[in-house]
């Protein structure tokens, strides 16, 4: 157990030791690239070369912040003609000596910030009316309202201040600040709404008014001619119908009375000369279907006779102006193969 627990103690001195070992690695890489950086930094300013020794001295500081490195960025940015910058970074290095108690450094920092201020070109912004989700800014960077209204010490050179808010219209102007020690200022006018894109409602066609017909002239027809009297035609048309029909009936009697008769004279061939009802089957079958047939045709001339008569009175008694006209009614029977033809005059 006691060994167990010596190898867990000795675990943990190991990783609490491996981990300060990283960061230690970690912070001497570091420290070794900003001394590196710093160096080359000071080499660029010798040259004159102020303009790429600034970046060296900026990332320096990054990798490992010190009074020292700032003092060093602050000269090169002063250097470069960046006085406002200079300036500002300068009382960032009093303020970080100062934490680290180099009152040396904090001599030097509050020397050099004093000795650039009267020379310090400043800009005041101010907003003419302010609107909702208005937005100002000097060289890209946002200008709080805060800071609207108060001198703020800019670099030497071109500046550009744009204002924007929702539904207006953006609004920029550019000024350049070349005097030392100048003061400017800066109005934002109250900003013009933007036009309304907003695409318009699209209109609701209405179909014009149908045009007015004016309704055809009346015209007054002449009355229709009264019907004829329709009683003595539809009783004459019945008989016609009715007679038809009987001459029907008659013509079909007499087909079956033929046929009953050839039936007839077929069964004697089957049948005894000297007794005719003495027939084979043969004989006998047909003699029955002449039988039937010759009942059809006593049934069809019985039928076939009513309707003829039938028909006859019908027509004959029916109303006619015809018949007045002409005198008189002449009605017959005409004779024809297989049957007969009603014929008259009226």
């Known amino acids: 157990m006691k060994a167990r627990t010596m190898r867990h103690v000795v675990c943990g001195v190991s990783l609490s030791v491996a981990l300060a070992c990283a960061g230690s690695a970690y912070g001497q890489s570091a420290k070794v690239a900003a001394q590196a950086l710093f160096e080359d930094g000071r080499k660029l300013v010798a040259e004159g070369r102020f303009a790429e020794a600034c970046p060296k001295f900026a990332e320096s500081e990054k990798l490992d912040p010190s009074a020292s490195t700032l003092l060093n960025l602050a000269s090169c940015y002063e250097k470069a003609g960046k006085s406002a910058t200079a300036w500002e970074t300068y009382k960032e290095a009093q303020s970080v000596a100062s934490a680290a108690n180099r009152q040396d450094y904090v001599a030097i920092a509050q020397k050099r910030a004093n000795a650039l201020e009267p020379s310090l070109t400043k800009l005041t912004v101010t907003v003419g009316a302010l609107v909702d989700g208005l937005v100002v800014k000097r060289d890209g960077v946002e200008v709080g309202r ?34 030392a020690g100048a003061s400017l200022t800066v109005t934002v006018p ?112 019985a039928v076939g006779g009513v309707a003829l008569a039938t028909g006859i009175v019908l027509w004959v008694t029916a109303p006619s102006s015809h018949a007045s006209e002409q005198g008189g009614v002449a009605i017959g029977v005409v004779p024809t193969l297989g049957g007969g033809m009603l014929q008259g005059r009226w």
């Open 146 to 179: 805060p800071l609207f209204g108060v001198a703020i010490p800019i670099d030497p050179g071109s500046h550009t201040i744009e204002a924007s808010a929702p539904k207006k219209k953006p609004w920029s102007t550019t000024l350049d600040a070349k005097e």
């Open 190 to 301: 109250p900003l013009d709404d933007a036009p309304d894109t907003t695409p318009p409602p699209v209109p609701t066609t209405t179909a014009p008014p149908a045009p007015t017909v004016a309704p055809p002239p009346t015209t007054t027809a002449a009355p229709p001619p009264p019907p004829p009297p329709s009683g003595g035609s539809t009783q004459a048309t019945v008989g016609v119908v009715v007679g038809g029909v009987g001459i029907v009936g008659v013509a079909l009697g007499g087909v079956f009375a033929l046929s009953a008769k050839s039936k007839y004279n077929d069964s004697l061939s089957n049948c005894s000369t000297t007794n005719v009802d003495s027939c084979g089957q043969t004989g006998f079958d047909t003699r029955n279907t002449a039988r039937t047939d010759g009942n059809i045709a006593s049934v069809a001339f």
